[in-house]
């Protein structure tokens, strides 16, 4: 009765006569007659010779996802969207990016974030701590910046990998710490040096748009990133202070000072695909999370 009423019927025998079409159906099912005095009748329909199709089960969405090779451009357009407040999860899903690979982009840039420091909005002399500003790093790059990143991603998918050797992969698990709070980027061991390298290269930021500084007193890393092939000069001879080179240990839980390291600063451009230290550091650690990954893979 209740049933009818919500219908707008007076009497339930309004829905029973005319709108409930199942009701022989499941009379034949609850009352089943095998007899031989029992006939069908020809001009009836009968339901056990309609055919039956079979509906296959909806599987979990993660389950039904063919996740393929990560490329340099489907890893730009996840942080693209993430920068426009999209979550990292549904951002991977939606580039059908594996989720252990959104995870390492995610710890890469947060852990990054937090480290570095941005202008306020409201007054560009008031610097703000990235723990205040989560996801200022993504958010700071304009449509302009993220359009050239994409597009220089897309034209140069074939040449975007670096084989590494096992302890230079190992290496860039100090990723989020070599871009420093002032948008320097700083390498120390062999694999910080080639990732910078290989991002030059794919970005096509020409040798004239940067310098290579070297900590004051640190012969070693002056031999070791000229020997990469950079022109690097110490602070005093640049005019150019280093920000401080700090990692965090895993294995002892522990912050240690790094002495013997050097770092890049470019300059402000008028133009090129790269042209600010915000758009490096993107372009950094999005070239060196893909090589990460796939050397580790």
């Not at 007659?33 to 509906?55: G, Y």
């Amino acid at each position: 009765m209740a049933l009818a009423r919500l219908m707008g019927h007076k009497f339930p025998s309004t829905g029973l006569k005319n709108y409930f079409h199942l009701t022989t159906q499941w009379a034949d099912q609850l009352t089943p007659i095998s007899q031989q005095r029992v006939h069908n009748i020809d001009e009836a329909l009968q339901l056990p010779d309609l055919p039956v199709k079979k509906i296959k089960t909806v599987g979990n969405i993660n389950e039904n996802l063919i996740y393929g090779s990560p490329t340099l451009g489907k890893t730009l357009q996840c942080l693209r969207l993430v920068s426009l407040g999209m979550g990292y999860n549904r951002a991977g899903e939606l580039m059908r990016l594996e989720p252990k690979y959104v995870a390492l982009l995610q710890k890469v840039f947060e852990t990054t974030n937090t480290r570095m420091r941005f202008s306020a909005s409201s007054d560009k002399r008031v610097k703000l701590s990235g723990q205040l500003c989560p996801n200022a790093l993504l958010e700071s790059i304009p449509d302009q910046a993220w359009q050239r990143l994409l597009h220089c991603a897309n034209e140069n998918t074939g040449s975007a990998d670096l084989e590494l050797e096992d302890d230079e992969l190992r290496h860039l698990q100090e990723l989020p710490y070599l871009i420093s709070q002032n948008r320097q980027v700083l390498m120390e061991q062999p694999g910080h040096i080639k990732v910078v390298q290989h991002t030059l290269e794919l970005f096509q930021i020409p040798e004239s748009a940067y310098r290579v500084v070297v900590k004051d007193g640190s012969i070693t890393a002056m031999q070791r990133l000229q020997g990469e092939g950079f022109s690097s000069q110490y602070e005093t001879e640049a005019k150019t202070k280093l920000d401080g080179f700090t990692v965090h240990l895993n294995e002892r839980g522990s912050q240690y000072q790094i002495k013997d390291y050097g770092g890049l600063v470019l300059s402000r451009l008028a133009d090129g695909v790269v042209r600010n230290g915000l758009d490096l550091a993107v372009a950094t650690l999005a070239t060196g999370s893909l090589v990460f990954y796939k050397g580790s893979s």
